[in-house]
C-alpha cells in the first residue's frame, strides 16, 4: 500500500466518498460487484477523491479482486450516485499538501487505488453515469470498459487550467486510447479554451466511452451490455487506439503543433500545460508503470509550487466569493424587471439588447435618434438570434418567441413601462446626462437607470437627475456575451433597492457582478492603464518596445501591452490614459505618442493571416519623435519590471485605502473574470506579494500568510 503518513492531517475533516458494494445477477449467470461511490450528500456536495476517500476505494477493489480470484464475482463495475460520477479530488485537501514529499504521496496514493481497476483479475467497467472531472474521469479510463449516460453534463480533465496536469494516469492512459490529436485537445487544448468541457456524444466519438445509453434505463442497460462484453456477444471496438504509423509520424508533429499553439495563446510562463505537453510527449514510448511514475513526478512538483496555490485562490474567488459578493444589500430588496429599455442602436447596444432578451426573457426596445438607425439595430439584433437558432442554441419556437421581444422606437416615452433603463451612447459626460435627464421624465419612480460608462463619473452622471438614488453604474466588458464580469458602480446617492436590482440583474444575466466605488476606471480599467501606462511610458523614454514585451511577461497575462492596445483599440487607449492622468496627474502617464499611434493605426506588422510578425518600424518611428520633453533613458528589463511591479502594488493599495473595493480578493476577481488575467497567476496581488512588490511601497502583504508553494519542504 502506498505511504500515505504525510496525507493523514489533510484527513481530519474530509467529506469521504464512500465506496458501497452491492452484487448484481448478470443475465448469462454470475455475479457483477457494483461499487457505487457516494458521499452520503444531496446533489449539491459532488462526491470528491480525498485521501480517506482513495484508500477506502483501493481496499474495497482488494476485497473484490480477492473475491474474483476465488471465482466469486465475474465482473467489477463503478458508478457514482445520481447526477455525479466523481469531480475529481477534493481540491480544498490537495491546496492544503504541505510538501513535494506529500504531493508525490497524493499521486503515488491515486495510481495506486485507480490502477487496480486496471488488475482486478476479472473484467472492469465504470458505469458513467453523471459528472465525470478529473480524477473521476480518471477512474473511468483505469477501467477496461466504459459506458455513459446521455445525459451527464460534463466529462473533462480541467487539470491544466487549474495549474495541474492529470495526474492518476490520465496523461498516459488517454493518447493511448484515443490518440494523441484528441488526447492534446482534451488534456490541454480544451481547459485554455475557458475550461472547455465535452458532452456524452463527443466522449463517444472520441474513443473515452464505449456506448451510450439513455438515462431512463442507464444502469440497466449498462449491466447487460456488460454481461455481453463478458460473454463475448459485444465486441468492443477501439478505432482510436494509436498504431504504428501515429506513433511514428503524427505523434511528435502533433506535439510540436500543440507546443506553438500554447505558447502563441499564453506564453511560456504557466508550467501546467508545458508538463501536461511533455507527459504527453514520452506516453509515445513509456510503458504504463513508467508513464504513471513521470505522472507522480510532474503533479509533485506542480501541486507544491506556486502557480497550483494561486490557482486555488482564483478557483475560490470565482466559485465562492463571486457567488456571494461583498456589499451587496438584501435580495429581497431588488424589484422585478418586466421590460428594459436601451438607449443607443449600435454594436454595444446590440448586445445588450441580445443578452437582456436571451436572459431575462422580457420585452426589450432600443432607440436611437432616427429611424434607419433603430431599424439597422433591431434586424441585426434578430439576424442574431436567427444565428443562434442555426447553431442549435435555441430552438425555432423560442427563436420565434425572442425575435417577437424586441422592438424599436425613436420616441423615449416608449419607455415609460421600462423597469430597466440602460445606455449605450457616446463615453461624452454630456451626452451620457442628456440621455438620462430625458429618460428619468418618462420613466415610474421605480425604474432603474444604468450607465455602462468605463471612464465617467457616475456620480457625475447623475447630478442632473430629480432622483440620483435611481442610477448605479452597470460596467460591462467586451464582448458582452463572453466577458463574465460586470463592474456594479454604487454612488454616495445609489440606494439599497437599485442596488440590489442591479445585483439581482447581474444574475439573471448570468454576470460576476463586483460592487465598486465610484473611482476613476473602478478597478479593472484602474489597473490596466496603470500598466499600459507605464509600458508607454517606458518606450517614450528610450526603452526598446521588445524590452518592455520581456519585462512584463513574468506576469503571466495572455497579452502583451502592446497587444492589449491593439485590441482595445489605440484610440480607446489613449482616452483611458488621458482620464486617469486628468484624475491622478502624479501617478498615472498620458502618452501624446500613444494618441500618433492611433492616427497611424497599428504598433505591428502583420502577415495576411493577421499574425503578428514584429513591430511596424514606422509605428517605433513615430514613437521615438516624442515630445514629451523627458529624459530618454533606457531601462533594463529588471528595473522594469520592477517599477511595474511596484507601481501596480501601490496603486492597488490606494484603491483598497480608498474603499474602491472591500478587499484585494475583489480587486484579484475583477481582473480574472474581467481581463484574463491568468488563474495560475491568481489574479495581481498574490503574484505582487511573492515578488516582495507590496511589501517593498507597503511595507506589508496584501495577504498573510502568503499564497504560494511549498517548494521542496
Known amino acids: 500500500m502506498t505511504d500515505t503518513s504525510l496525507l493523514l492531517e489533510l484527513s481530519r475533516d474530509e467529506v469521504v466518498t464512500h465506496s458501497y458494494v452491492r452484487d448484481v445477477a448478470l443475465p448469462s449467470g454470475g455475479i457483477l460487484a457494483l461499487v457505487t461511490l457516494d458521499n452520503d450528500r444531496d446533489h449539491r456536495r459532488p462526491s470528491t477523491l480525498g485521501p480517506v476517500t482513495l484508500v477506502e476505494f483501493s481496499e474495497t477493489l482488494d476485497a473484490l479482486r480477492a473475491r474474483a480470484a476465488s471465482g466469486e464475482i465475474r465482473a467489477i463495475a463503478v458508478t457514482g450516485k445520481p447526477y455525479f460520477l466523481a469531480a475529481g479530488a477534493d481540491l480544498s485537501k490537495v491546496g492544503q499538501i504541505p510538501s513535494r514529499e506529500a504531493g508525490r504521496q497524493m499521486a503515488r496514493l491515486g495510481h495506486d487505488a485507480l490502477g487496480k481497476l486496471h488488475d482486478a483479475g476479472v ?71 475557458n475550461n472547455r468541457t465535452l458532452k456524452p456524444g463527443q466522449a463517444l466519438e472520441l474513443g473515452i466511452a464505449d ?80 508513464g504513471f511514475a513521470a505522472e507522480d513526478e510532474a503533479l509533485a512538483d506542480l501541486i507544491s509550487g506556486d502557480q497550483f496555490r494561486a490557482s486555488i485562490y482564483a478557483f475560490d474567488l470565482v466559485q465562492k466569493r463571486a457567488k456571494h459578493p461583498a456589499g451587496a444589500p438584501s435580495p429581497d430588496l431588488a424589484r422585478k424587471i418586466t421590460k428594459v429599455g436601451i438607449v443607443g442602436a449600435g454594436l454595444m447596444a ?63 416615452a416608449d419607455f415609460a413601462d421600462c423597469d430597466w433603463v440602460i445606455e449605450a451612447v457616446f463615453e461624452e459626460l454630456c451626452v451620457k446626462q442628456d440621455v438620462f435627464s430625458r429618460v428619468e421624465k418618462v420613466v415610474s419612480e421605480s425604474c432603474v437607470l444604468a450607465t455602462n460608462t468605463s471612464s465617467l463619473s457616475v456620480s457625475a452622471i447623475g447630478s442632473v437627475l430629480t432622483e440620483p438614488a435611481r442610477l448605479v453604474g452597470f460596467h460591462f466588458f467586451n464582448p ?132 503578428r510578425k514584429g513591430f511596424d518600424p514606422k509605428a517605433v518611428k513615430l514613437v521615438g519623435g516624442s515630445g514629451s520633453g523627458e529624459k530618454r533613458e533606457a531601462l533594463t528589463e529588471e528595473q522594469l519590471r520592477i517599477r511595474i511591479e511596484d507601481g501596480l502594488a501601490d496603486e492597488i493599495g490606494r484603491m483598497l485605502d480608498g474603499g474602491v473595493v472591500a478587499a484585494p480578493e475583489d480587486i484579484d476577481l475583477c481582473l480574472i473574470l474581467g481581463a484574463g488575467w491568468p488563474f495560475q497567476m491568481g489574479g495581481a496581488t498574490p503574484y505582487l506579494d511573492r515578488v516582495g512588490a507590496s511589501e517593498r511601497v507597503r511595507g506589508r502583504a496584501f495577504h498573510d500568510p502568503l499564497i504560494r508553494g511549498v517548494g521542496a519542504a
Open 211 to 290: 456506448v451510450m445509453f439513455g438515462s431512463a434505463a442507464f444502469l440497466e442497460d449498462s449491466i447487460r451490455w456488460a454481461d455481453g462484453v463478458i460473454s463475448g456477444a459485444v465486441k468492443v471496438a477501439r478505432p482510436h487506439v494509436p498504431g504504428k504509423i501515429e506513433r511514428a509520424v503524427k505523434w511528435d508533429a502533433a506535439i510540436a503543433i500543440a507546443r506553438k499553439t500554447v505558447q502563441k495563446r499564453i506564453g511560456t510562463v504557466a508550467k501546467a500545460p508545458y508538463a501536461a505537453l511533455d507527459l504527453l510527449a514520452g506516453a509515445k514510448k513509456a510503458t504504463r508503470d513508467e
Open 350 to 412: 446590440s448586445q445588450f439588447a441580445l443578452l437582456f432578451v436571451r436572459k431575462l426573457k422580457v420585452p426589450v426596445v432600443i432607440t436611437d435618434i432616427d429611424e434607419a438607425r433603430v431599424s439597422r439595430g433591431v434586424d441585426g439584433i434578430r439576424s442574431s438570434i436567427d444565428e443562434l437558432q442555426a447553431k442549435g442554441h435555441v430552438s425555432p419556437d423560442e427563436s420565434n418567441r425572442l425575435k417577437a421581444l424586441i422592438s424599436g422606437t425613436t420616441d423615449i
Open 123 to 193: 473484467p472492469t467497467f465504470v458505469f458513467i453515469n453523471g459528472l465525470a472531472l478529473g480524477g473521476g474521469l480518471e477512474i473511468a479510463l483505469n477501467a477496461d470498459y466504459r459506458s455513459v449516460d446521455s445525459a451527464a453534463p460534463a466529462l473533462a480533465f480541467p487539470e491544466v487550467f487549474l495549474g495541474i496536469i492529470p495526474g492518476w494516469g490520465g496523461a498516459w492512459l488517454l493518447p493511448n486510447l484515443i490518440g494523441i490529436e484528441n488526447a492534446l485537445k482534451v488534456i490541454v487544448e480544451n481547459p485554455l479554451k
Open 480 to 611: 458582452v456575451a463572453v466577458m463574465p464580469l460586470v463592474e456594479v458602480v454604487n454612488t454616495p446617492s445609489t440606494d439599497d433597492e437599485t442596488l440590489a436590482t442591479a445585483m439581482a440583474v447581474a444574475k439573471t444575466l448570468g454576470k460576476n457582478a463586483v460592487i465598486t466605488a465610484d473611482a476613476p476606471g473602478f478597478v479593472v480599467n484602474r489597473v490596466l492603464a496603470k500598466l499600459l501606462g507605464e509600458a508607454m511610458h517606458a518606450v517614450e523614454t528610450g526603452t526598446p518596445f521588445e524590452v518592455v514585451d520581456r519585462a512584463t511577461a513574468p506576469f503571466g497575462l495572455p497579452m502583451t501591452p502592446f497587444e492589449l492596445l491593439e485590441l482595445v483599440g489605440l484610440t480607446v487607449g489613449a482616452h483611458v490614459l488621458d482620464t486617469h492622468h486628468a484624475a491622478f496627474p502624479e501617478r498615472f502617464f498620458e502618452s501624446e505618442a500613444l494618441h500618433r499611434l492611433a492616427e497611424f493605426g497599428h504598433i505591428f506588422e502583420r502577415d495576411s493571416k493577421g499574425n
